[in-house]
């Protein structure tokens, strides 16, 4: 079990930006894949981004690409998502979560089993 504890959301201006952090306890963070997730109100969880356990590895949803950008540093046992040219459609609670490496990449079908409490992104226009 690994778990997470997402920090770094707020109310930021459209155009604006933020820096999620994803803290995770435990020595087998650096075994895991790592996602960014978010739900909007009234909507369903969506994928944002993906990262592999070396990190050399990253997939985004097509709503994000070119703004966001995801990281991990094994070291700290901290992922990171980096949200800039922020839009009032990015407003959600934003989710890290882990799941064992997939054989299929980034874009496979194992599930990710371990959340964090979630962080609130508000961008207003």
């Known amino acids: 079990q690994v778990p997470l504890v997402e920090s770094g959301g707020g109310l930021v201006q459209a155009g604006g930006s933020l820096r999620l952090s994803c803290a995770a306890s435990g020595r087998t963070f650096r075994f895991y894949e790592m996602g960014w997730f978010r739900q909007a109100p009234g909507k369903e969880r969506e994928f944002v981004a993906g990262i592999n356990w070396t990190g050399t590895k990253t997939l985004y949803a097509d709503s994000v690409k070119g703004r966001f950008a995801i990281s991990r540093d094994n070291a700290k046992n901290t992922a990171y998502l980096q949200l800039i040219s922020l839009k009032p459609e990015d407003t959600a609670v934003y989710y890290c979560?882990?799941?064992?490496?997939?054989?299929?990449?980034?874009?496979?079908?194992?599930?990710?089993?371990?959340w964090g409490q979630g962080t609130q992104v508000t961008v207003s226009s």
């Open positions: 979560a882990t799941r064992r490496p997939d054989s299929a990449g980034l874009g496979g079908s194992v599930p990710y089993d371990y």
